[in-house]
Structures are given as structure tokens and as C-alpha cells.
């Protein structure tokens, strides 16, 4: 029961019981039968009352006070047990396009996919359990944004000063197969305001039970994650890196756009030849990959970020936030 109907159903109360006494003593008054002793007791029956009334009230209000000081105190408990779940690197990989089928739709696409890979480690005080991180990518597009999304990464538990992924070789990262075209276009777009942000969030709890969320943003460059080069050369080898970037997502946008064209005679049958379940799909879905293939003899490309000034912050937060920020996670499904 909530405090302020608790008040008003004491009011009442009180209100109702204050009738009945006035209405006791008028009816005492115009009837003198009642004796002494009777109006005595009724009197003090209805004193009696009302200062139940009051002393519940009172209480009830001491009551709230500690009641309060008491969440104060729980909350200021979970808030000095701090995890920090710090992401120290975040990369963008661009894949080459690659020719992909799809049988639901029995449809032929080259896709060029995009990977954010991301390097964790635990910056806080104390363990981190039921760390879930999630990654959208924004592209600018005129006045209107698109936004990719992907699955999300959980981390079942950070000890203080454990990093993530703990294995070199360990595969955690955020895969974005849709819009890939409207992201090379932004990275070409040569404007560094438009080039596309990914917005990184972190939920997680720290032992105690406490509810902390993090939010990250970096912004993506159209250069080379940085190898150990000299001072004196890293401004040229940068410059020089983002032309050859630039060179490269062009020839890629070119294979992606024009691919229904140039392999229209392909696709028409591939489509027909698994219609048919004819053994010669595969042949063709291969030759056909291959000559794709060979139109980007490049490796794939693994783009540097920059985390925005005043981007990040981290808040603690109630359990029924933290409940509505993580009912719409989805987790990715491992296949082999």
C-alpha cells in the first residue's frame, strides 16, 4: 500500500469516527435517560479512538522514514561493491564480398559483412555478473538515420581485472549482415561527421545485487588499425592508409551494386538449375564465387575507432530498469 493511501484512508477514518462521536454526544443530549456513567464511556471510547487514529498516523510516518533510510542504505552498499566492465578496444571488420544463397528465398547475394570486434576487461572494484553488451551501428543518411543492429554478447561473470575474450582465438563479437553498401557509402563519404557511430551498452550487477548500466560511442574511420609505426610517420602512413582504404571500399561498393547485372545470366540459372535439385548448382555456385572472388583479390579490411569525448558514461539503476533494458536481448546461436 502506497503511502498517500495510507494517509487518506486514515483521514477517513478519523473523519468517520469524529461523525459518530458529535452524533453520540447530540444524541446523548436529547435524551436525558442515559445516565452518567454511560455518556462517560462513550466519551471516552471515542477519545480513545481518535488517538489510535493519531498514533497509527504518526507511526506510519516513522515508519516511511525508516523504511527509506533503510533502501538509502541498501542502495549506498550495492553502489560501493562497483564493477566497471571498460571496453578498451573496439575495431571495425569489413569482410570482402563474398557471394552467399539463400534457401528459403532460393536467392543468390554478394554481401559485404561487417564484424565489431570488442576487448574488455573489468576496470571496477569488484566482480561483474550477467554482463550483457549489446552493439547498434548509425549511418548517417540525409536527415534521417540508419540503424543496424545485431545480437548481443553475455559474459557470465568478470572478476576484477579479467579481461574478455579470454582466449585469443575465441570468436565474441557483433556480426551486421544488412545495410553493408549504406556503410561503405558513409566511410566514402570523405565528411567525418558522417561517418557511422557505434553505440556499445553494457548492463550487468555486481554481487550485491546492485544494477549498473555503461554506455559507450565510437566513431569509425576509414583507416587501418594502427601497427607500431614511428611518430615522424604515422600522419603520413595515415593519410596514405585512408587513400588505399578509400580505393578499396570503392572497388567493393562496385562489385556489390553491380553484381545482378553483370551475373544476371548466372542467376537466372542457378535459380532454375535448384528448382530442378539438378546437381549442376553446386558446379556453377562455385565457378560463379570463384569469378567474385577473383574481382577482390584484397584481404579484408580491420577499420580503427575513436571513442567520442563525453560519450561514455555509467549509471546505477533499479531493477525494474534494468529488467526493461535486457527483456529484448537476443543472444546469437552457435552452430558448430
Not at 578498451?88 to 559483412?113: A, G
Request: aromatic share 10%.
Amino acid at each position: 500500500m502506497s503511502k498517500n493511501i495510507r494517509k487518506w484512508i486514515l483521514i477517513g477514518l478519523f473523519a468517520l469516527i469524529l461523525i459518530l462521536g458529535i452524533f453520540s454526544v447530540i444524541y446523548s443530549a436529547i435524551n436525558p435517560d442515559n445516565d452518567l456513567m454511560t455518556y462517560i464511556s462513550g466519551s471516552a471510547t471515542f477519545v480513545i479512538a481518535l488517538l489510535t487514529i493519531l498514533y497509527v498516523y504518526v507511526t506510519s510516518g516513522q515508519l516511511d522514514v525508516m523504511s527509506a533510510q533503510l533502501n538509502e542504505m541498501r542502495v549506498e552498499r550495492q553502489v560501493q561493491s562497483q564493477p566497471l566492465p571498460w571496453i578498451k578496444k573496439v575495431v571495425l571488420e569489413i569482410e570482402k564480398p563474398r557471394l552467399f544463397y539463400t534457401p528459403p528465398d532460393n536467392s543468390h547475394v554478394v554481401l559485404s559483412r561487417c564484424y565489431v570486434k570488442v576487448e574488455l576487461i573489468n576496470a571496477g572494484t569488484s566482480p561483474a555478473v550477467c554482463v550483457d553488451v549489446s552493439a547498434n551501428i548509425r549511418i548517417r543518411k540525409g536527415e534521417e538515420d540508419v540503424n543496424l543492429s545485431s545480437t548481443s554478447l553475455n559474459i557470465p561473470a568478470l572478476e576484477r581485472g579479467q579481461g574478455w575474450p579470454h582466449r585469443k582465438n575465441q570468436k565474441d563479437w557483433f556480426l551486421f549482415t544488412e545495410e553493408g553498401d549504406k556503410l561503405i557509402n558513409s566511410l566514402l563519404s570523405g565528411k567525418v561527421l558522417e561517418y557511422p557511430l557505434i553505440t556499445l551498452k553494457a548492463t550487468y550487477k555486481n554481487i550485491l545485487g546492485g544494477c549498473f548500466v555503461a554506455c559507450y560511442e565510437y566513431r569509425i574511420f576509414p583507416v587501418l588499425v594502427e601497427k607500431d609505426v614511428s611518430v615522424e610517420s604515422a600522419e603520413n602512413e595515415s593519410v596514405e592508409e585512408k587513400i588505399e582504404v578509400n580505393g578499396i571500399l570503392t572497388n567493393w561498393l562496385s562489385v556489390v551494386s553491380t553484381f545482378k547485372i553483370k551475373y544476371r545470366a548466372e542467376l537466372q540459372e542457378l535459380v532454375q538449375l535448384k528448382e530442378k535439385k539438378s546437381d549442376k548448382w553446386d558446379e556453377l555456385f562455385d565457378k560463379t564465387k570463384k569469378r567474385v572472388a577473383e574481382s577482390v583479390p584484397e584481404e579484408d579490411l580491420v577499420l580503427d575507432t575513436e571513442l567520442l569525448p563525453g560519450s561514455f558514461y555509467v549509471n546505477n539503476i533499479d531493477e525494474d530498469e534494468y529488467r526493461k533494458l535486457t527483456k529484448d536481448i537476443k543472444y546469437g546461436l552457435r552452430m558448430g
